[in-house]
């Protein structure tokens, strides 16, 4: 037996517009940004494949899948496939500060928190004509990745990842300038998983940043089967920009610490004891002691963001507009992602983009989890959270004779725990005919048969309880086990049966 679930109260946040336009503020204050891994169709560092998600149409696929193929001779290729999900309107445009780091020939150690002076005006897409953070005099890899990137395909596809930041640049730059580091620092996604947060590495990295599940002791994240919060962008964004922040206090140089985050600060160092203490990105490179990948993440990094911040030169016409602005609102219980957008009158797709966290469209029912949503629609979804019970889908089921918990959870998609943890005091050893389960609706599902009646014990009689009748001389009667009598009759064991009353049973054998 189901019923339709109950709706508990949640808190959601509005819409985040991301920038864009810090590539335009980058150029008009003098510096440009860096983008760090590998992009779709592009060779990539972390090696991207399939994600689980839900996907949307790219509208650069198959300017992806040539990019693949151009870039084939550069690296050995990264097959990203990471579900497209689809970007709501918009990014906000927010200052840069330049990345400041040394070329050869060339020291510097102006530090990475200045900031530049002034916004520059985005309506009419002013490109600054220089650039404070020049590119290699000369690097095969990187002429050989702008040649690609300003190709048809390679500025559909970078115009595709512009778009696809859009929900996310906003709370990126914002958290980039409260840590005081080089706003160019936006682009690393870009090569990391094309700003697709369900991106998944052959190795095993997820999200916008690329975290292995090792790898996030300390930033606050945590795997479960309700959500990997690698997939967060706000939590892995600020768990990166971190890791960023302390590798280039340990290299003092932007491009290292860029690198490190590639290849780890353990093996960029044994890269500069094999090069006797040399500690230049570029003199490292030539002296040929850098992983491979490594060798080749930085043009690729700077490839992608000079042109980006160039595309009026290449006939690319990126979409500074302002982005999406997120909101957290705290939940005290579970809520379905699609009942909450349906209550508020949010795309649901949008509300899934900001929480692309959840294993499923529903919260964690411990009640310590806090919901993104866009600005504009929290007071709705307060109002909504603090007045609905019906924002959490759930099937209620009784416990028939000859049923076990686990076969209830497998039919239902479900894991011991949860159904553990919407029913207290549950004990999964001992359940009792009649007993009432909430199992939460995470999958479409037919109600649970229940376990099959043994034969000879097919129900289509009646019976008449006659006086001193009990539960049990009845299922003696009828060679029925006694739970399996009082689940089809909607009884419990101890229920006081009066005379008269009329009982379903099985059907005799002749």
Known sequence: MTTRPRRMAVTLQPRLRLPLRLALTFLAAGAWPLSAQTAPGIPASPEITAAPAPTAVDPAAAASQALVEAAAPLIASTSLTAAHETPPPEPLALPLRPLRHSFPDQANTTPPSQTLPGTPDFRHHAWPERLSLPPPLADAHYDRFVTLYCTDGGRAWLESVLLRSRPYSAYILDRIRYYGLPEELFFIPFIESEFQPRAVSRSGAMGLWQFMRNSISGFGMRIDEWRDDRRDFMKSTDGALRKLRGNYRHFGDWLLAIAAYNCGVGALERAIVRAGGERDFWRLKAAGVLPAETAVYIPKFLAVAGTALHGGRHGLEPDWSPGTV????????????????????????????????????????????????PLEYAAQARLALASASNLVRVYVYYVKSGDTLSAIARHYGVSLTMIGRLNPGLRPDLIRIGQRLVIPALNDRTPYPGAPVASGQVFGGTYLVQTGDSLWSIAQRFTIAVERLASQNQLTLNSILREGMQLDVPIMNQ
Not at 342 to 349: H, K, R
């Open 326 to 373: 997120w909101t957290q609102l705290p939940l005290d219980g579970p809520v379905d992602l699609e009942l909450l957008a349906e209550a508020i009158g949010l795309p649901a797709e949008l509300l899934k983009t900001g929480n692309p966290e959840l294993t499923f469209g529903v919260t964690p029912p411990e009640g310590d989890y806090a919901l993104k949503l």
